[in-house]
């Protein structure tokens, strides 16, 4: 039983198009994350949630939002994609913010942007 | 602006033989420190941390030792076993955030 899913596992898809990644963990864990790998491999933090409420909000372009509709799910929606935005994106929950354990992971959605 | 970063894109390992993986740190206020182990097509998972009260933390075969005045980051991996080939990313926490490097590939050969 997956602790952390990601659908879809890879996406892709054509410039200007609207998608979304979906995100469910079964932990009971408060805190959700998007990361993404980016060309060079640096997994960088892009948005967290706990209990449903934004805490962390980098640097991205407003194209980019989460929606949290419950404490389990995190989705990421992105509208009018660009080519910049192919990457693999990593969703992880944490039981609290600091948790010594660090993350649990999901798999990962590999975006083509074409 | 990478706040971690992890200069050996790749290591070769002979089975048996330690692995030492390493990784440097700009930010003195990091108080805590992750390595994390991804095989393809899998995420990252938690292998072993080190608060920033301590130089050394030891798990099993696994052990992470941190130099704060080199603000430097190891972690040794003895013996190697060929299971252990995966990218292994080391992480630094900075109010409730991690900062990643962009990973180094282990490869233990048999």
């Known amino acids: 039983d997956t602790a952390v899913s990601q659908t879809p596992k890879y996406l892709v898809t054509q410039m200007g198009n609207d998608k979304s990644i979906k995100c469910e963990q079964n932990?009971?864990?408060?805190?959700m994350y998007w990361y993404k790998q980016d060309s060079k491999k640096f997994l960088k933090i892009m948005f967290s949630?706990?209990?449903?409420?934004?805490?962390i909000n980098e640097t991205v372009p407003n194209r980019f939002s989460p929606k949290s509709p419950d404490k389990a799910h995190l989705n990421l929606h992105i509208n009018s994609l660009e080519l910049g935005d192919s990457a693999v994106y990593f969703c992880?929950?944490?039981?609290?913010?600091?948790?010594?354990?660090?993350?649990?992971f999901g798999s990962g959605t590999r975006l083509t942007v074409v | 602006d990478q706040q971690v970063k992890q200069n050996s894109p790749s290591l070769s390992v002979q089975e048996g033989r330690i692995s030492i993986l390493n990784c440097d740190y700009t930010?003195?206020?990091?108080?805590?420190f992750l390595w994390y182990k991804k095989y393809p097509a899998e995420g990252p998972t938690f292998l072993i941390s080190?608060?920033?009260?301590?130089d050394k933390n030891e798990d099993g075969r696994f052990t992470v030792f941190l130099n704060k005045s080199a603000k430097h980051l190891s972690l040794h991996i003895v013996p190697s076993q060929p299971g252990d080939s995966a990218v292994y990313f080391c992480?630094?926490?900075?109010?409730?955030?991690?900062?990643f490097g962009s990973g180094t590939k282990l490869n233990v050969k048999p």
């Open positions: 932990l009971g864990h408060d805190t």
């Open positions: 080190i608060s920033s009260i301590k």
């Open positions: 930010n003195s206020m990091f108080d805590y």
């Open positions: 992880a929950s944490s039981q609290d913010r600091s948790t010594p354990a660090g993350y649990t």
């Open positions: 949630y706990n209990n449903k409420e934004l805490i």
């Open positions: 992480a630094a926490n900075n109010f409730n955030k991690f900062y």
